[in-house]
Nanobody
Framework: QVQLVESGGGLVQPGGSLRLSCKAS????????MSWYRQAPGKKRELVAA????????NYADSVKGRFTISKDNTKNTMYLQMGSLKPEDTAVYFC???????????WGQGTQVTVSS
């Protein structure tokens, strides 16, 4: 059974840091294009960061460039999002997504809430 479970969200002050994790089970991480999305209240879900190819090249939304870093550990079947210099506008539910490179079949995690507030 394919499953993605996010963790690491929480309440953090502006300027703080958090690391989100996305643990995959039921499939091999390297067979999938992995990415992070977020959705703030009343807004559309948006791409935050992604691995755009199997070589590990990455894409970031302009709003998070230089502050967020996507990474993964294939041995742990886990993807990460290191978030720094957090701003109130980063407040959202963060989701991980996996899309199989060969078929396009995709899966979403349940999301983890990140709240940036003083």
């Amino acid at each position: 059974q394919v499953q993605l479970v996010e963790s690491g969200g929480g309440l953090v002050q502006p300027g703080g840091s958090l690391r989100l994790s996305c643990k995959a089970s039921g499939f091999i991480l390297s067979d999938y294009a992995m990415s992070w999305y977020r959705q703030a209240p009343g807004k559309k879900r948006e791409l935050v960061a992604a691995f755009r190819n199997r070589g590990g090249d990455t894409n970031y939304a302009d709003s998070v460039k230089g502050r967020f870093t996507i990474s993964k550990d294939n041995t742990k079947n886990t993807m990460y999002l290191q978030m720094g210099s957090l701003k109130p506008e980063d407040t959202a539910v963060y989701f991980c997504k996996a899309v199989r490179w060969t078929t396009g079949n995709g899966y979403w995690g349940q999301g983890t809430q990140v709240t940036v507030s003083s």
